[in-house]
Nanobody, 118 residues
Framework: QVQLAESGGGLAQAGGSLRLSCAASGKAPVMGWYRQAPEEQRELVAAISDGGTTKYSKTVMGRFTISRDEAKNTVYLQMDSLKPEDTGVYYC???????????????WGKGTLVTVSS
């Protein structure tokens, strides 16, 4: 069982930046960020493996950067050039392989709210 705790959400203006962090209680081969906008389905934002392989949603590519610190069992999401459509609850997730990124991660955090004002 891996427990995940997100932090770093909040309010930002369009064009601004926020950095999310997610601390895991143990090692997880794959960690990722998902988001759910109001009245929308949850969607993948970005994922990263312990080998450094990354996967990004087309909507955030070039603006967001996912990284991880293996020593701290922590994954980060640097969000730059924020847009109002980036607003939503951001969830940290973990899984055993990249194959789970699309099909369903194994563990989920409780989420942190990101609000981007225009």
């Amino acid at each position: 069982q891996v427990q995940l705790a997100e932090s770093g959400g909040g309010l930002a203006q369009a064009g601004g930046s926020l950095r999310l962090s997610c601390a895991a209680s143990g090692k997880a081969p794959v960690m990722g960020w998902y988001r759910q906008a109001p009245e929308e389905q949850r969607e993948l934002v970005a994922a990263i493996s312990d080998g450094g392989t990354t996967k990004y949603s087309k909507t955030v590519m070039g603006r967001f950067t996912i990284s991880r610190d293996e020593a701290k069992n922590t994954v980060y999401l640097q969000m730059d050039s924020l847009k109002p459509e980036d607003t939503g609850v951001y969830y940290c997730a973990a899984a055993s392989s990249m194959a789970r990124v699309a099909g369903g991660m194994d563990y989920w955090g409780k989420g942190t709210l990101v609000t981007v004002s225009s």
